[in-house]
């Protein structure tokens, strides 16, 4: 059981670079959520998809796409990387029952230069 | 718009002190404020408090939330150089499409020096 697991654990980009982060949970959840963290900043949420089929715009979705391939897996497309996206970007699921904790990938450090 | 507001931001005490963190929020249609322990990785949970005047305790770690006046704290007593992470406080609302959504705040950093 791996819990939530995201690849690459690490990226450079060059601006105006594109690139796809994958997300995937094996806790049979229904909800699952993107967020970056930049320092001193908490976390702030992209993107999210409360169940299979649906996205919804989070705080900072400017610059970004996602897409809910099917329950397992929820990826983060940056189409033209930009040096503000630099950040380290968690995903995170949750099984959408009446419990609201929420469970983290290990993170992508993704550096834009 | 909704927000969750931490103090200190950051702190630094020595082992075997006590400290206490604060979170306060305003969210509409509160449900339940939840604390995560961050250590240079992935957030992980360790309370969830939906109900006002009700400690929740793990060893050395609890909580209490007040919902009257929109705030929750999080105490460490004799804390371990272990317990140095970032400390973020969540609140989550039952409001429409955001069923199920986390407000984060900004963290405290705890150090603890030996």
């Known amino acids: 059981n791996a819990g939530v697991t995201q690849t690459p654990k690490f990226q450079v980009l060059k601006t105006g670079q594109s690139m796809t982060l994958q997300c995937a949970q094996d806790m049979n959840h229904n909800s699952m959520y993107w967020y970056r963290q930049d320092p001193g900043m908490g976390l702030r949420l992209i993107y999210y998809s409360a169940s299979e089929g649906t996205t919804d715009k989070g705080e900072v979705p400017n610059g970004y796409n996602v897409s809910r391939l099917n329950k397992r897996e929820f990826s983060l497309r940056l189409e033209s990387a930009a040096p503000s996206q630099t950040s380290v970007y968690f995903c995170?699921?949750?099984?959408?029952?009446?419990?609201?904790?929420?469970?983290f990938g290990p993170g992508t450090r993704l550096t834009v230069t | 718009e909704d927000k969750v507001v931490q103090s200190p931001l950051s702190l630094v005490v020595h082992e075997g002190d006590t400290v206490t963190l604060n979170c306060s929020y305003e969210?509409?249609?509160?449900?339940?404020l939840l604390w995560y322990k961050q250590e240079k990785k992935a957030p992980t949970f360790l309370f969830m408090l939906t109900s006002s005047g009700i400690e929740k305790k793990s060893g050395r770690l609890s909580s209490i939330l007040d919902k009257k006046e929109l705030f929750s704290i999080l105490n460490i007593t004799a804390t371990q150089t272990g317990d140095s992470a970032v400390y973020l406080c969540?609140?989550?609302?039952?409001?429409?499409?955001?069923?199920?959504?986390?407000?984060f705040g900004r963290g405290t950093q705890l150090t603890v020096w030996p």
């Open positions: 969210v509409t249609n509160f449900r339940s």
């Open positions: 995170a699921s949750r099984s959408g029952r009446a419990d609201y904790e929420q469970y």
């Open positions: 969540a609140v989550s609302s039952t409001r429409g499409s955001t069923l199920g959504r986390l407000y």
